[in-house]
Structure formats: C-alpha cells, structure tokens
C-alpha cells in the first residue's frame, strides 16, 4: 500500500501533537504576562527586603564578636544575649521574608506555566489547520490545480503557497517543541522551588526555637 505525502505528514505531525498533550497541566488560574512582570517585581522587592534584614544581623553578630572579647561581667552577658535574640529575631524575619518570595515565585513559575500551555495549544490548533490545508491541496492533482487557475502564473503561485505551507508547518512544529521544552523546565525550576521553600519552612522552626531558648537564658539572668 502506498501512503500518500499528506498521510506521513499527518500521521507524524498528529503524532507529535500526541505526545504534547500529554504533558499539558490544568491550569491553576487565569493570569496575564503583565501580572507576572509585576509579581517578579514584588518578589525582587522582598527579596532586597531580605538581604537588608540580613545586614542588620550581620552588623549585630560583629557586635556580638566584640562584646564576647570583653573583659565578662553579668551587664556583658546581658548584652550578649539581647543581641543574640536580636539577629535570631531577624534571621526569622528573615526568612518569613524567604518564604513569602519563594511561595510568591512559585504562583508566578504556575502562571508561566499556564501561559505555555495556552501557547502549545494555540500552536496545535494552528499545526492541525496547516495539516488539513496539506491534505486538501495533496489530493488534488498538479492538472487539477492548473484548471482551477484562471493564468499559468495563477498554477505556480499555487504551488509556491503549497510549498510555504509545509516550510511554515515544519518551523511551527519546531516552536512547539520548543514550548513543551519550556514547559518542563519550568515544571522543573517549581518543584526545585517547593523543596527550598520547606527548607525555610523547617530553617524557622528551628530558629524559633532557639529563640526561646534564649530568651529563657536572658531571664534566667535577670533573675
């Protein structure tokens, strides 16, 4: 059995459109590229909130550095311990402010993903129209196309369309490759992000913890 041009076109190309959607993801919400530009512009924001907070204790630990080389009396060790609870206080805030960026980066990374799917959907509908155009225009004779035109130059204008029809198939089809390998690595770069943001989450605990445990050291002392 012979199989014509427009049936291996059709079978390899539907094929691929295939495969494609079965990486789809159900979107999560409607979103638009400007209110991922202004998320990314949020998330930038708490992020510089955080190296600032990070500074601050940075600038109380060298305080810590010094005070530890004094000479050590009770007034001392209460100073420590105050500033000890200061940088634990803001290593927490810290990271409150880790965790809102990274939960903020992760509901932009889902909107990005749904605008890729919308995207691979899109370029399926337009890679099914060209396939049908081919398939139409394949079963038609180059004689039969020749009688359809009014002029010769009519017949080879034809035949150049044809030919830019597939041209553009085969480059709308690399696009589509191209989402779907946008769409994994962005599926990727999200599930890296859940991990770091329980990583915070479990950093907090910890640092909250210590907290008490120096405030109850400063009352002691108070004592």
Do not use: W
């Amino acid at each position: 059995m012979i199989i014509s041009r427009s049936t291996t076109l059709a079978l390899i190309f539907f094929g691929l459109l295939f495969y494609c959607s079965s990486i789809a993801v159900r979107p999560l919400f409607a979103v638009s590229t400007s209110e991922i530009s202004a998320a990314q512009r949020s998330i930038q924001a708490k992020l510089d909130k955080v190296g600032q907070i990070q500074e601050q204790a940075k600038q109380i630990k060298a305080k810590i550095s010094q005070q530890e080389r004094a000479q050590q009396t009770l007034e001392n060790e209460i100073g420590i311990l105050e500033n000890r609870v200061t940088v634990t206080e803001l290593d927490i805030k810290a990271l409150n402010g880790g965790i809102e960026a990274t939960e903020d980066e992760i509901k932009s990374l889902l909107g990005d993903i749904n605008l890729t799917n919308e995207d691979i959907s899109e370029k399926k509908d337009l890679i099914a129209d060209m396939l049908r155009s081919i398939r139409e225009r394949d079963h038609a004779s180059a004689l039969e196309i020749l009688f359809s035109e009014d002029t010769f130059g009519d017949f080879f204008d034809a035949i150049e369309r044809i030919a830019v029809v597939e041209h553009d198939l085969f480059r709308e089809v690399e696009s589509l490759r191209n989402l779907r390998a946008n769409l994994e690595e962005r599926k990727h770069s999200a599930d890296i992000k859940r991990l770091a943001l329980d990583a915070k989450k479990a950093e907090r605990e910890k640092a909250r913890d210590l907290l008490e445990d120096q405030q109850s050291a400063k009352q002691s002392l108070l004592r």
